[in-house]
Structure formats: structure tokens, C-alpha cells
């Protein structure tokens, strides 16, 4: 989590002692109906009126705390509340055809809606946001330090890893009863963008597998596995001890060379945005002990992995 509260004040330096119930003058009035588009607007220096509940960390993730200080929300993302946000006149909605197609109409009877195909695809969010808001400038210019991070965080793995590159990886939810693997949604596609690739016993799947015997594990077998887990969750933490001490994981790759990272849920899951996307890798900066890519060059601040 501190990843991602340095990746914010980073990459948007003014916005965390600006007054947060403020936006730019000429900025619309908006509703953000998922996590995605809430870190967007941040990223953009806007503040929107009305938010839905963070999946975890609730109501809000920590790393939006601040800029998001005493901003409205509007229920949960699966279910928002549309009399509150009929309540808060907006100018603009944001929502995502994925979460919020039956309720279009209902949305746009209330205000001009704009909705993206997915929640997880950040760059096609940062991009809607922007252009409803006319802040293109300010999302090219952050899609440009993105590209910059990519392509040199792809070179320094590349140099370091020499013929292991690229390396098959895994992207390891732990719940309560059951495991999920993630081969594509956020994580997957910024790995896939990063140039790793999928262990060959996920390559025919679509967003992954689920696995409820530890009979299964071998279908982890990976160079390097990022577990998920949800803090505060006792039943989740038992779950992963009985899986992590059985004898077949034992006999994974990735267990046996040291790659097993435990990584923040919200940055690899549940944050969609670029802030998030930035965090997520600034942690695979270091996992891989990488020279961190600062997301703003020539600007002073230090890497904020």
C-alpha cells in the first residue's frame, strides 16, 4: 500500500495538497461508477462529486484517501445508488457497459453517460475520462511516462535474465475455499504488455482457472507466481498455509528458485487505473531488483520503488 501511495503523490504531485472538493474551473461535474475511472480522475487532477465503494480497504482504497476527501459515494459498484446520484446532479457519468448495461438508461435519463466495454482495460478508462473531460493533454502525457516505464523496465529484465527471458508467470488469487488463477483483466494484460508470458497449462484458457483441490497445484507450475491475498481475512491466510505446505507445492518452480511474491490486491486487482497500473509495477521494479523508472523524469522526485 505504500507503493501506492508514493506512486499517487508521484505522478500527480499537486493534487495532494490542493483542496480536494476542488477540480479545474471549467472541469464537469462527475459521477465515477468503478474503481477504474475513480483512479482515472485522480491521475487527471479531477475530483469527482460521487464515488462507489472500494472492493477492499473500505469505503475508499488508502492511496485515494486524500484527494478523495469528503467526496460523496454512491453505493457499490455492482449496485449504485441512482437516486444519490440523480441527488448530486452531475454533468457527466462514467460507468462500464460491463458493470452497468441494464442500467444505461436509467443513467443517462439522469445525465450524460459515457461507458467503457471492461473495468480492467486502464488505458481505454484514463482515455474515456479524458476526452469527456477534455484532459486529453494531461492523459497523453501520462500514457507517455507509462510507455517510457515499459520499455525500460523491458530492457532491464531482458539484460538481467538473459535466456530465462521471458519468464511464465502467474497471477495466484487465494480465497477462502478455492485458488483462481489470472491469465487476462488487469494484471494479466500488464504483464502480457511487459513482455512475460503464461505457463503452458493456462495458454487455452480465457480469464483463467479455478482450483479446489491441492490436487491441482501443479497446474501453478510457473518461473514466478504473485499471490494475492485480502488482508484481514483469517479464513484466506489458512487457506494459503494448507496450499503453500503441501508437498506438490513444494515442488513448483517458482517455490523452488524464491519467486513467490505476496503482492497488494489493490494495485494488482482492485485499483483498474494507472495509478494502480504504475504501482503494480513498481513492484515488479523490485521484486526483480530492477533500477526503478521514475514515473516523472526530470522533475526531482525519487523512484517510488
Known amino acids: 500500500m505504500r507503493v501506492l501511495l508514493i506512486t499517487l503523490a508521484a505522478l500527480t504531485p499537486a493534487m495532494l495538497t490542493?483542496?480536494?472538493?476542488?477540480?479545474?474551473?471549467?472541469?464537469?461535474?462527475?459521477?465515477?461508477?468503478?474503481?477504474?475511472?475513480?483512479?482515472?480522475?485522480?491521475?487527471?487532477?479531477?475530483?469527482?462529486?460521487?464515488v462507489v465503494d472500494s472492493w477492499l480497504e473500505k469505503p475508499m482504497y488508502r492511496y485515494l484517501?486524500?484527494?478523495?476527501?469528503?467526496?460523496?459515494?454512491?453505493?457499490?459498484?455492482?449496485?449504485?445508488?441512482?437516486?444519490?446520484?440523480?441527488?448530486?446532479?452531475?454533468?457527466?457519468?462514467?460507468?462500464s457497459n460491463f458493470r452497468h448495461a441494464r442500467i444505461a438508461p436509467l443513467l443517462s435519463a439522469i445525465?450524460?453517460?459515457?461507458?467503457?466495454?471492461?473495468?480492467?482495460?486502464?488505458?481505454?478508462?484514463?482515455?474515456?475520462?479524458?476526452?469527456?473531460?477534455?484532459q486529453e493533454a494531461e492523459a497523453g502525457e501520462l500514457l507517455q511516462r507509462w510507455d517510457e516505464r515499459v520499455a525500460d523496465f523491458r530492457q532491464q529484465i531482458a539484460v538481467k535474465l538473459g535466456d530465462a527471458w521471458p519468464q511464465k508467470v502467474a497471477v495466484v488469487?487465494?480465497?477462502?475455499?478455492?485458488?483462481?488463477?489470472?491469465?487476462?483483466g488487469?494484471?494479466?494484460?500488464?504483464?502480457?504488455?511487459?513482455?512475460?508470458?503464461?505457463?503452458?497449462?493456462?495458454q487455452s484458457q480465457s480469464w483463467g482457472m479455478k482450483l479446489s483441490s491441492t490436487e491441482n497445484i501443479p497446474v501453478l507450475d510457473a518461473d514466478a507466481l504473485f499471490i494475492l491475498l485480502e488482508p484481514d481475512d483469517?479464513?484466506?491466510?489458512?487457506?494459503?498455509?494448507h496450499w503453500a505446505s503441501h508437498p506438490l507445492w513444494q515442488q513448483l518452480s517458482a517455490v523452488q528458485s524464491g519467486r513467490v511474491f505476496e503482492v497488494d490486491p489493490v494495485s494488482w486487482m482492485m485499483g483498474g487505473g494507472i495509478l494502480a497500473a504504475n504501482a503494480m509495477l513498481?513492484?515488479?521494479?523490485s521484486h526483480y531488483e530492477l533500477t526503478c523508472h521514475t514515473p516523472l523524469p526530470n522533475r526531482g522526485e525519487e523512484p517510488s520503488c
Do not use: C
Request: negative net charge; hydrophobic residues 40%; glycine residues 6%.
Open 18 to 50: 490542493a483542496n480536494p472538493l476542488h477540480s479545474p474551473p471549467d472541469s464537469p461535474r462527475i459521477v465515477t461508477l468503478y474503481q477504474g475511472a475513480t483512479d482515472s480522475a485522480v491521475a487527471l487532477g479531477l475530483t469527482p462529486i460521487g
Open 65 to 95: 484517501r486524500d484527494p478523495l476527501d469528503g467526496v460523496e459515494h454512491v453505493g457499490l459498484e455492482t449496485q449504485p445508488n441512482l437516486e444519490k446520484i440523480a441527488w448530486l446532479k452531475p454533468d457527466l457519468v462514467i460507468a
Open 111 to 134: 445525465a450524460p453517460t459515457v461507458s467503457a466495454p471492461t473495468v480492467f482495460n486502464f488505458k481505454t478508462t484514463l482515455t474515456m475520462v479524458a476526452n469527456a473531460t477534455h
Open 173 to 184: 488469487r487465494f480465497k477462502s475455499d478455492h485458488v483462481r488463477i489470472y491469465t487476462s
Open 186 to 202: 488487469f494484471a494479466g494484460s500488464i504483464l502480457d504488455e511487459l513482455g512475460f508470458a503464461q505457463p503452458d497449462t493456462l
Open 234 to 241: 483469517p479464513a484466506i491466510a489458512d487457506n494459503y498455509r
Open 282 to 285: 513498481d513492484d515488479l521494479y
